[in-house]
């Protein structure tokens, strides 16, 4: 049962044409948008999980994602800003005024993340002010807890994973490390697409993200 110690989910997100861009030497731009649409609508049906979409934000100032997530029941905050960071200071702000006590963000690209994983996320918060959720490479971040007592400054993107780890100890705490193989799974580059592809070929059951193109397998795309 859901209570008010439960975290909010903040989930950033550039507009559906913008997202993706380094995947545009083999994916088409409808692939693309294909694409990013999917990631957004499994990253809001996972939150309907936990912690629920009356407990999710989408933050975007981009009013095709905005009208999507308020389709489903999600909160929408709107920021004039384009940079993932600024998006995500301008959510954590808006959440914390309204009262939130806690913080999960995650980025959108997680195709594999499932609500038991934001789950333990939560759990891991009831015991460390900050949780931080590396990729497979331990250099990037890909989610991360924060209590509404310190709100660090965000540093997704190259290398943010030691940045993060920095600004917790600037605000004098000890971040709870948090390695999780689904939640490592992110999708920046055309290397991604084929680990993915691969991920899918190994389980007996077809990995949904397939479906953004219609097409049976992740290794394949290239330009319509």
């Known amino acids: 049962m859901l209570d008010r110690s439960t975290p909010w989910l903040l989930v950033p997100v550039k507009a559906l044409s913008v997202g993706k861009q380094r995947l545009s030497g083999v994916l088409s731009d409808s692939q693309r948008q ?16 936990f912690p629920g979409l009356d407990r999710t934000a989408v933050v975007s100032d981009a009013e095709d994602v905005l009208t999507l997530a308020r389709s489903v029941g999600a909160r929408t905050i709107c920021t004039p800003r384009h ?14 005024q309204d009262n939130a006590s806690a913080i999960i963000v995650l980025p959108v690209d997680l195709p594999a993340i499932q609500p038991a994983d934001l789950e333990e996320i939560a759990d891991l918060g009831l015991h460390h002010n900050m949780v931080i959720c590396p990729d497979r490479h331990a250099v990037g971040t890909n989610a991360m807890y924060v209590s509404s007592t310190f709100v660090p400054n965000f540093h997704f993107g190259a ?20 390695f999780n193989k689904r939640i490592e799974m992110d999708v920046d580059l055309p290397v991604d697409l084929e680990i993915l ?4 070929q190994s389980t007996r059951e077809p990995h949904r993200y397939s479906r953004a193109f219609g097409r049976g397998s992740t290794t394949n795309y290239k330009k319509n």
């Open 34 to 49: 294909r694409l990013n649409h999917f990631f957004l609508c499994h990253t809001l049906e996972v939150a309907s999980g």
């Open 159 to 178: 290398d943010s994973f030691r940045l993060h780890q920095m600004e917790a100890r600037r605000g004098g705490i000890t971040p709870k490390l948090f």
């Open 197 to 200: 592809g691969d991920a899918n």
């Open 83 to 96: 940079e993932l960071n600024g998006a995500l200071a301008d959510g954590c702000s808006f959440l914390i």
